[in-house]
């Protein structure tokens, strides 16, 4: 009987942090295709793409573009990401379809392949935040477009909400490790 009730307040304990925590400790991957249906095109307006998006740690970007006639380097350095300066590259993209996953906190530079492109404007400067970042964080990744008396930076604010289903995915598999709990004693 006292094996019995120390199941049960397993469960009880369980359910009342799964409920409590409501999924928080699932962390939801959000994917960002940068530059949305254009993709990442010359055309593309990185600035109005950038607006309202927050960049986490595990969430991955896509760059989508015509390998035949762009690919992009991510670079290292600001002065890099500036002058698009690509003769040191961190790596070079240019499957035409590709997804990277931002596994670490910091600032991460992309910028095209073509020196035309990049000095009008063809590239990115993600900051990834800690997953536990509040979704009203203002400065989150901007993209620089050359204008007539300099470099205009775009701002993102806003968040880039995950869907629900990533707390209750997280409660049911507390919920599912509770109920196994409860199994195995009973």
């Known amino acids: 009987m006292a094996g019995r009730l120390k199941n049960i307040v397993v469960l009880a304990l369980?359910?009342?942090?799964?409920?409590?925590?409501?999924?928080?400790?699932?962390?939801?991957?959000?994917?960002?295709v940068v530059g949305g249906d254009r993709g990442w095109?010359?055309?593309t307006n990185l600035s109005s793409w950038c607006s309202g998006r927050?960049?986490?740690?595990?969430?991955?970007?896509?760059?989508?573009?015509?390998a035949g006639l762009e690919s992009i380097v991510e670079v290292k350095q600001q002065d890099e990401y500036l002058s698009c300066d690509i003769s040191n590259p961190i790596r070079m993209y240019s499957d035409g379809?590709?997804?990277?996953?931002?596994?670490?906190?910091g600032i991460r530079y992309f910028v095209s392949s073509k020196p035309d492109s990049c000095k009008n404007g063809l590239k990115l400067?993600?900051?990834?935040?800690?997953?536990?970042?509040p979704d009203n964080f203002?400065?989150?990744?901007?993209?620089e477009s050359k204008a007539s008396y300099g470099y205009v930076s775009a701002?993102?604010?806003?968040?880039?909400?995950?869907?629900?289903?990533?707390?209750?995915?997280?409660?049911?598999i507390l919920l599912a490790f509770g109920f196994?709990?409860?199994?195995?004693?009973?």
Do not use: N
Not at 125 to 132: A, D, K, N, R
Not at 138 to 143: D, G, I, M, W
């Open 54 to 66: 927050i960049f986490r740690v595990g969430d991955k970007i896509w760059f989508t573009y015509s």
């Open 41 to 43: 095109d010359p055309a």
């Open 155 to 172: 701002l993102a604010s806003g968040p880039t909400t995950p869907s629900g289903s990533a707390h209750l995915i997280g409660s049911s």
């Open 14 to 32: 369980v359910m009342i942090i799964s409920v409590s925590l409501e999924g928080k400790l699932v962390g939801a991957q959000v994917h960002h």
């Open 97 to 105: 379809l590709d997804s990277i996953s931002l596994d670490g906190e």
């Open 125 to 133: 400067h993600v900051e990834v935040l800690p997953q536990g970042t």
């Open 180 to 186: 196994l709990c409860y199994a195995i004693g009973a």
């Open 138 to 143: 203002q400065k989150t990744a901007t993209s």
